[in-house]
């Protein structure tokens, strides 16, 4: 006997037992009829488990009450408890839990029933193949909950949308299958999508029509016809409605050549280049005796020739030697100007300054500058415009 959350097994056995009491004084007193007796027996045996338990419940009150042991109306309510309880437990073995709808055990008796009727009858017999669509991605990415929750919504909805008449059953893990008799494929196939409207989990039917003759008993065909019309229709539904891929971006590869520009990445880069060489122009440096660093000269006046001239180089005597120096870029050239003051030991006697020395070899109009590397700044500013081209892209 099943036994309330929180309460003694004895503590049930006598409240089934004190109702059982209950209700053969009322029908001893009322003359209840043997339908409504079982009726009421029936009520009562929902929370009996099993039909020995029928057994034991009805020998106690028998114990309680005094009776004979041949009292014709407890014998009466032990017939229809136990009969009540066996029926129960084959529903429910026959019935799936999840869904509500017949299991698959009753299939084939109950589709050989129909059969014979339809063809006594001449009335049309049609079998409905229902799957659900995408269980495994659901189960993948919600959990088997959420697929449990989809199956139970579609076998709600066969419930709902299907006559008493029709028998369903729930066919494997994701398959059902309906018997529909005196409907036609076209009416199956407006109750098919009654069913779809009213749950939102996507399903997929076909829909096959029995022969309608009692020698055609091939099962198994009738329901591989509903099958195969049920996979047409799905290969149909995905030919009209393929599935959306999102195109891959590809980015041009950094290395190697750079394809051509053109439009508006040719204008920002005309336009940055032009800026870049004047700022090249613009940039002078003078060398400074004895560090060997470049500092920017603060008002050039000239730009200088980019002809091979000879360089100087500065020796440990101070004095500027004219001395040929092979130059990495023969488009540049480097000259030094040294200004010096030499001052020498104090004596007695003053001695002269000495003048600054100048090389007259020099050019005396211009300014001995000359820009550093052009060609890596220029380059430097050609790899950065091409990775903001890049990013805009």
């Not at 309330?4 to 004895?10: L, Q, V």
């Not at 009738?222 to 996979?231: C, E, G």
């Not at 500027?320 to 480097?334: K, N």
Request: aromatic share 2%; glycine share 8%; with cysteine.
């Amino acid at each position: 006997m099943s036994t309330a959350p929180g309460a003694r097994p004895e503590d049930q056995q006598d409240c089934l037992v004190d109702r059982l009491l209950a209700l053969v004084a009322a029908a001893e007193a009322k003359q209840w009829s043997r339908h409504r007796l079982d009726q009421a027996v029936s009520r009562w045996s929902r929370e009996v488990a099993t039909p020995s338990d029928v057994l034991t419940l009805v020998a106690v009150a028998r114990r309680r009450r005094g009776a004979a042991p041949d009292d014709e109306l407890l014998d009466q309510v032990l017939h229809a408890g136990v009969t009540a309880v066996a029926q129960r437990l084959v529903r429910e073995a026959l019935t799936d839990s999840l869904t509500g709808l017949a299991t698959r055990a009753r299939l084939e008796e109950e589709a050989q029933r129909l059969i014979a009727v339809a063809a006594r009858t001449r009335s049309p017999l049609t079998a409905v193949m229902i799957d659900v669509d995408g269980l495994k991605r659901i189960n993948d990415e919600q959990g088997h909950h959420a697929g449990d929750e989809a199956i139970a919504e579609v076998g709600r909805a066969v419930r709902e949308h299907t006559r008493k008449s029709d028998r369903a059953f729930r066919w494997g893990g994701d398959e059902f299958v309906v018997f529909m008799p005196g409907t036609t494929a076209d009416q199956a196939r407006v109750v098919v999508d009654r069913v779809q409207r009213s749950c939102r989990t996507a399903i997929t039917a076909g829909v096959a029509a029995h022969s309608g003759t009692a020698r055609d008993t091939d099962l198994a065909g009738w329901l591989k016809r509903a099958d195969a019309a049920m996979y047409q229709r799905r290969e149909t539904a995905r030919a009209q409605h393929p599935p959306v891929q999102a195109d891959r971006v590809r980015r041009p590869a950094r290395h190697g050549r750079r394809p051509g520009l053109t439009g508006a990445a040719l204008a920002v880069l005309v336009a940055t280049v032009a800026s870049g060489a004047g700022w090249v122009g613009a940039t002078q440096v003078v060398p400074t005796l004895g560090t060997g660093q470049a500092q920017p000269e603060a008002s050039p006046t000239t730009q200088p020739s980019l002809a091979p001239q000879p360089a100087r180089q500065v020796v440990p005597t101070g004095r500027p030697t004219a001395v040929p120096v092979e130059q990495p870029r023969p488009t540049t050239t480097v000259v030094v100007v040294e200004r010096e003051t030499v001052q020498l030991p104090t004596s007695p006697t003053p001695l002269p300054e000495v003048p600054q020395v100048v090389p007259t070899s020099l050019p005396t109009a211009g300014p001995s500058v000359l820009p550093t590397e052009p060609p890596s700044v220029v380059g430097g500013l050609l790899d950065a415009v091409g990775h903001l081209l890049d990013g805009l892209g």
